[in-house]
């Protein structure tokens, strides 16, 4: 299983779950499991964070694999103009 880390200002739909485990082949299917378990957050973590698996950020992850030992950190994204 993916270990996740989930920053604090995702924390509002975990009420307060920082880290946890999920079963999930891809970050897509990670996406939609922590849709299922925190309603909302699946769309929030689209639209409002970035995804590092095992040190690296990912501008496009959805598509990416997760290994069973997996790293995910969910971070919010840096804002630009």
Same mark, same amino acid.
């Not at 920053?7 to 009420?15: E, I, K, L």
């Not at 639209?47 to 698996?53: G, K, L, P, S």
């Given at each position: 299983?993916?270990?996740?880390?989930?920053?604090? %200002?995702? @924390?509002?739909?975990?009420? +307060?779950?920082?880290?946890?485990?999920?079963? !999930?082949?891809?970050?897509?299917?990670? =996406?939609?499991?922590? %849709?299922? @378990?925190?309603?909302?957050? +699946?769309?929030?973590?689209?639209?409002?964070? !970035?995804?590092?698996?095992?040190?690296? =950020?990912?501008?496009?992850?959805?598509?990416?694999?997760?290994?069973?030992?997996?790293?995910?950190?969910?971070?919010?994204?840096?804002?630009?103009?």
């Amino acid at each position: 299983m993916a270990h996740v880390s989930i920053s604090s %200002d995702g @924390r509002g739909f975990t009420g +307060g779950v920082a880290e946890l485990e999920v079963e !999930a082949p891809t970050v897509r299917r990670l =996406i939609l499991e922590l %849709d299922r @378990r925190f309603p909302g957050l +699946g769309n929030y973590v689209e639209r409002r964070m !970035a995804i590092a698996i095992d040190g690296e =950020i990912h501008q496009d992850a959805y598509g990416a694999v997760l290994a069973p030992d997996s790293e995910v950190v969910l971070i919010p994204k840096i804002g630009g103009g």
